[in-house]
C-alpha cells in the first residue's frame, strides 16, 4: 500500500503525467456525457439518418464559430416552426367558417453573405377545401417583398432560390442578393427583417403549421458533413467507441498475454513449447491483412475487429518478455514456500505469479491503448469502418471521400483529428510517465 | 584405468573431438532450425490462405458475383437478346460453368488450398483472378514486381534515414542527457503513438492545401515530364511529405529508445572503468557503448529490411502512392487470394530467412555467443 502511494507521489511529479491524467478524466467525462445526453438508439437513428431527419441543415457548412476568426461574418443556418413556438402564431377567426393566421418571424440579418437558401415546409390539416398562404418579406428599410401566394395540401415545400416566379418578380436569377440588398446601391443590407405568413382556412377544425428553414454558411458547433448530418453526433460518440475499443483491446490482450505466458512457464514442457510455436507463426501473419480480410469478406461490426485484433495481439513478442521475468519470479523463494504447504498451481499461478507483474501491466496497458484507438481509426480511413457506430476515423473516411482537403472544408478533418491526437497523446504520455514510475530500471535515465 | 598421463596424440585426438563436436552441434541446430523455421512458414501461410476464402465463404460471394456479372453481361448484349430463352439460359449456365472452372471453384476446397500452399512455398505465384499489372500482365510476380520499386523507394528512403538519424543522435543524447535536448526528445516521444497517415494529413492540409507548394499525392505529375532529371526531381517532390509523415511518427520515439538503450549501458562498471582510465570519450563510445549494444542494432536493422517489403498500406491510400500496401488492400477488396498469399509468402520467407541468419550473426559479433547452445 505503501509502495502505491509513493508511486502515486512519484507520477505526481512529472508533469506528462498530471496532463495525461487530465485528457484521459476529460475523456471518460465527455463519453459518459454523450451516452446520457444521446442515447444509444437516439444516435444511431441520428447517425444513419438521411435527408428527413436532417432536411434543416446545409451541407459542407463549417461550424459557426469560424466567424470569430474572420471579419467578414458567414450567415448561422437555423431552423424555426410553429409547432414548438419558436414562430409565433396568432389565430383570428373570421365569418362563414373562415380562420386568418398571421405567422411572423423576425429574421435577425446581421452577416456579409447572403444564405444558401431558405425553404418553407407548410402543412396542413383540411377536408376539402385547402388552405391559402401568401408569404411577404419586410425588409429593414421598410419594403414590402411578396415572395408567393399559393394554395396549400396536405404538404408543401417552398424553395426560395427555385420559384420562377419570384424570379421573374425580382428580375434576376440569383434571389437572395435580390432580397437581402438594397436596391439602390445594390449592396448587402444589414438589420431586421421580418417573414409574414399569413393563411386563412375554409373549414372548421382546419390548421396550418409552418416551419422555416435558414441554410446559411456556418452551422452549429462542428459543422456538417456531405449527409447534411450535425457532426456533433459523432464527435461526442467517438469518445464512447474510442474509449471501449481501446481499453478493451488494450485490457484484453495484455490480461490474456500475461496468464498465457504465466501458464505456460508454470507448467513448461510441451505447452510452453506451443505457446513459443504459436507466436512464431503469429510473427509470420499480416496482422494489417488480416483484419482488412476480415473486414472485407467477413463482417466489419467494430466488436469482430476487436476480438480479431485481442487474437492476433496476444501471441507477439511481449509473450517473450512476461516469460522470460516469470521464469526469474517462478524460482523465488515465496513460490517455493507456497509449494511448500500444498498451493495448487492454479492458486499460484492466478495468486502468486500473476500479481507479481500488475506495476509491469499499468503503464502497458495505458501505452498501448493508443495503438489500438488509431487502429480503428485507420481501419475506417480505409473504408472499414464499422458500418453501424459514428467514430472519428469514419469522420475523417467521409471528409476524405468527400475530397475535404483538397476543396477547402479544413473543419472537417481537423475536428475528429484533433480529438484523435489529444487522445493517443494523453495516453502516450500518462502511459510513459507510468513507465518510469514503475519501471525502476528507467528511473535514473 | 582412471588417471592415465596424456600423451601429445591424444590432446590432439581430444581437440579434433572438440572440433567435431562443434560441427556436429552447429549442424544439428541448422536442420532443428531450419525444420522449425519451415514449419512456422507452412503454418502461417496455410492460416493466411485459409482466412483469405474465410474457410470457403468467400467461394459463395465469388460464385454468386460470376453469376451476377455473367447473367448481367448476356441479358444486356443486343446480340444475344434474339436467342430463344432456353438456349439462352443454357448459354449462361455454360458461360458460368467456364468462370468458375477459370476461377478454380470446380475443385474442392481443400485441394485448392493445398495447391495455393504448396505454389506458394515453391515460389510460383501463379496468376491473379482480377487484377492485372499496369502493363497488362495477370502474372503475380509482375504484378508485385511492378509496385516494388515504390514501396521501396517511399519506405527505403524513410526508414534508412529514421535509423541511421535516431542512433546518431541518440548517441549525442546520451553523451549529455539531461541538457534540454534531452528533455525536448523525452518529452516530444509521445507523439509517436501517432500513426504515420496521420501525420500526413496533417501535412498534405499545411504545405498541399494552404500553401499549395507541394503534391496532394500520387508518385509523379500527370503528365509525366520527360527527361531523366526533370522527372526525379518531379518525383523527390512527390516523395517529400508521405516520406516526413513516416519519419515525422517514429522519429521521437526511436531516439528515446536508442538513448536510453544506451544510458543503460553506459552505466556499467566497464564503462566507468575505462572513464577512469581517461581513454577518449569517442573510443569509449565506439568500443564500451556500442560494441555491446551491437547485436540489438543488428537485429532492429534486419527488422527494417523485412519491413519494407510490407510497405505502409494506409500511408499509400492517403497519399496515393502506387505501392505494394495498396496493391495489397485492392487484391483483398477483389477476392484476389493469389496475390495476398503471394505477398505473404514472400514476407514469411525473408522473415524466416532473417531469424535464422540473426543467430549467426549474434555468434559473430558477439563471442560469448555460441550456437546451439542454451
Redesign the interface.
Known sequence: MNAMKSSLQNLLKYP?AVMGTLVVLLLVFTAVFAMIKIPYSEAIRLWRGGEDVWYQNPKFAPPAWINHFSSKKYAESFSARTTDGSMEKTVTPGNEGTVSFAISYPLDFTYDYYPQEMILYVTSKYETKQPFVSVELLTPDGRKIRITNASIGEKMTYRFSQDQKLMTRLRTEDVFPALFSDPETGELLKGQYQLQISGTTFEPGSDIDVEFVFHGQVYGLAGTDQSRRDLVVPLLWGAPVALAFGLIASLGTLVLTMVIAAIGTWYGGWLDELIQ?IT???????F???L???G???SRSIWVILGATILLSIFTGAIKGYRSIFMQVKESMYIEAAQAYGASSPRIIFFYLIPRMIPLLIPGLV?SV??FV?LE??LA??GLGDPILPTWGKI?QDA?ANGA??R?Y?YW??EP?AL??VT??G???L??ALDRVFNP??R?? | MAVVAQSPSENAGAKVSLRNSTFLRVSRYVVVRLLTLFATVVVGVYLTIMIANMGGYVDQIMRSQVRDTITQKIALNPAMQKLDPAVRKQLIEETITQEEERLGLNVPLAVRNARYLTNALTLNLGRAINMTSDAGSKQVRLIILERLPATLLLMGSSQLFLFFASIFLALGLSRRYGNFWDKLVVALSPTSAVPAWFYGIFLILIFAAIFQILPFGGMVDSPPPSGTLAYSLNLLKHLILPASSLVISSFFLSIYNYRTFFLIYSSEDYVEMAKAKGLPARDIESRYILRPTLPNIITNFALLIITLWTGATITETVFLWPGLGRTLYRAIGLYDIPIIVGSTIIYAYLLAMTVFLLDFVYALVDPRVKIGEN
Open positions: 506528462s510455436r512464431e507463426v503469429n510473427l509470420v501473419l499480416p494489417l491483412s488480416i482488412i480480410m476480415i472485407t469478406f467477413y501505452s493508443p495503438s488509431f481509426a485507420s480511413v480505409l475523417i476524405q482537403l483538397y477547402g479544413y478533418i481537423l483529428a484523435l491526437m493517443g497523446l495516453f502516450a504520455m502511459g510513459f530500471r528507467l535514473d535515465v
